[in-house]
């Protein structure tokens, strides 16, 4: 019996249906608007009769939605197929690194077809193929000096640094050899990748046992925290957070000798608050979290330094009023950029979260 893959396209609303029902039948049966709205391309696999036994979703360089019936065909073969096809597409965009999500049982299915593992929890687990990988990632990073016997990390989105943020890196310096400051490196912020990691960079160059590098596709990213295999919305948040803390901790932790990551506490986000809470589930014994109280302006007040607040000062014009807040570099890059920082504001830019 002859079959075929072909591509499909989920704005028809029978071939949406359709696929839908399929993975509904193989376990996966949430379908989050936002997952949905991310994906580039779709394929389906049509046995002989027309119907659908297997299909994969390709979204940047993530494969998503993957799942195939077994039932009459050798074991393994359309998985194989499918995710051959996925790959030479890929390829053909001159995407060679790959990322998946999926559940535990699947892990050897993508592993027998070249994935790596990169960390797992109950739930589910992440894995990549291809170059540049996370050892490529480790490889570019700053060598730690031979005699740093204390290794801390600080991970920031600095949407935009403040003093806040000084301040967290600051105390990691003073309590360690050698400090890595790793910038969320999504660019879905107000500011720029490259804007975040040169205000972060010019706002420590004074401390001399830090390096500051962007956090890659592994830290804090929209690859980490996949969500289209749980089963409610209400596992999300969760489920992402912990294969977050544990992809941290198995891939750049342990290879970089850190024993300590630093974060601020959050009163302000429910979200981020949630995301200390798993870190300090998942890190240790290994990796010490530690926890520094937020910086408040003016000192002594109830005030806490908050990325978010002098965001809305920006959109509102009133930069002056959050002038104490931020380091001299951070004010003097708003105040020459205000009109642009602005007019991203206006075509849709969130100036919410964190």
Excluded: C
């Excluded at 036994?53 to 073969?77: C, D, M, N, P, R």
């Excluded at 380091?327 to 964190?354: C, M, W, Y």
């Amino acid at each position: 019996m002859v079959e075929n893959i072909q591509q499909i396209y989920l704005t028809n609303p029978a071939t949406k249906k359709a696929w839908q029902q399929f993975l509904t039948s193989q376990g996966l049966d949430n379908f989050f608007n936002q997952e949905l709205a991310g994906l580039d391309q779709t394929f389906a696999i049509y046995d002989g009769q027309e119907q659908m036994v297997g299909t994969g979703s390709i979204a940047g360089q993530t494969l998503k939605y993957l799942a195939v019936s077994t039932a009459g065909a050798s074991k393994g073969a359309r998985f194989n197929r499918l995710v051959s096809m996925l790959e030479t597409t890929l390829a053909q965009e001159g995407i060679f690194h790959l990322f998946v999500f999926t559940k535990v049982e699947y892990e050897q299915s993508f592993v027998h077809v070249g994935f790596t593992t990169l960390a797992k929890t109950n739930t589910g687990l992440i894995l990549e193929k291809g170059l540049p990988n996370v050892a490529s990632f480790r490889a570019a990073l700053p060598k730690k000096p031979a005699s740093a016997m204390r290794v801390a990390a600080v991970v920031l989105n600095a949407n935009p640094f403040t003093k806040g943020h000084r301040y967290l890196i600051e105390k990691a310096a003073q309590q360690n050899d050698f400090v890595y400051v790793f910038v969320v490196e999504e660019d879905q912020s107000l500011f720029t990748t490259e804007e975040r990691l040169g205000l972060v960079q010019e706002g420590t160059s004074d401390l001399t046992n830090i390096v500051v590098a962007t956090g890659g596709p592994y830290m804090v990213s929209s690859l980490s925290f996949p969500a289209y295999f749980l089963k409610d919305d209400s596992q999300r948040v969760f489920y992402q957070t912990r294969l977050d803390a544990a992809l941290f901790k198995e891939q750049i932790a342990k290879p970089l000798a850190i024993t300590s990551r630093y974060v601020g506490t959050e009163p302000l986000s429910q979200t981020t608050g949630q995301y200390n809470q798993a870190l300090e589930e998942v890190l240790p014994p290994e990796v010490q979290l530690v926890l520094v109280p937020r910086m408040l302006e003016p000192a002594g007040s109830q005030q806490v330094i908050s990325a978010r607040t002098v965001r809305k000062a920006i959109a509102a014009g009133r930069v002056q009023e959050v002038v104490d807040m931020l380091p001299a570099s951070s004010v003097s890059f708003i105040e020459n950029h205000l009109t642009d920082l602005q007019a991203r504001i206006k075509k849709g830019q969130k100036i919410d979260g964190n």
